[in-house]
């Protein structure tokens, strides 16, 4: 697509995104609530205070980073969210549940059906097709046979345009692909909302933006994304940032003005081999 095409087309979801959000954003339904939650570690004789009375309301739809400096909370906060760890005070609820209540079974059911993780290093296994590592979630879910979680996997896969390394054994693959596999895999079962922890932290600034354009396209697409980073120059890429220091939120603001990830590729310095 010639850029000055995409440049528009970027400016038409901006303006539909906004508007969106200016009318819709109240009416969108809440996936996410944190009601005062607070978390502290016991170390010796001493505690830490990780979160230390966290609210907020996520609608569907939000593409949200969460930022703040090494040490303020952000890798504590994903770990409530995505169900990895209990609050010790405070309530969390997922689509209207509330987490605090379930048995560790449910818990974990719910964390399969409704979280797509996705992490820095990618956690992929060794020696494994993409394929293969995008069907691992589905193996859990008795709605799929052999041939559907194949199909799934191929699907999620073509989604973030790695439909021609289908068979690529993970070692065969590049950072940025091992990435997007990452994805692919967050994505097939269809979850409630993304999370990411540093996605873009061990890649190199041309393959970080190629995966942020990803995550902007996943985000036109109605997709809920929660990306954690400590990189200030993300928040300009996404619908909404919160800024946490010292466990608590300092900031919590709607970008009106998101940034194109395809054109800030574009105008990056051409790398030479
Ligand atoms: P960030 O991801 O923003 O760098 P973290 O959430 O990892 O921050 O950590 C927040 C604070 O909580 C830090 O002071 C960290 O040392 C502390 N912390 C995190 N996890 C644990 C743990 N399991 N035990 C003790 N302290 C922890
Ligand atoms: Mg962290």
Known sequence: ???????????????????????NEEKNKVVI???????????????VKALRGVSFQIHEGEFVTIQGTSG???????????????PTSGEYYLDGVPVRKMSKSQRAHLRNKKIGFIFQNYNLLANTTAVENVELPLMYNNKYNSKQRREAAIKALEAVGLGDRLYHKSNQMSGGQMQRVAIARALVNNPAVLLADEATGNLDTHTSFEVLVLFQELYRKGHTIIFVTHNPEIAEYSSRNIYLRDGKIREDTINN?????AEALAALP???D
């Open 1 to 23: 697509m010639p850029q000055e095409v995409q440049a528009d087309l970027w400016a038409e979801v901006v303006k539909s995104r906004k508007k969106r959000i200016i009318m």
């Open 33 to 47: 609530e944190l009601d005062n939650v607070k978390r502290y570690f016991h170390v010796g004789s001493e505690v």
């Open 257 to 261: 003005n998101i940034k194109s990830a």
């Open 270 to 272: 051409k790398v030479e």
């Open 72 to 86: 303020s909370g952000k890798s504590t906060l994903l770990n409530q969210l995505g169900c990895l760890d209990t």
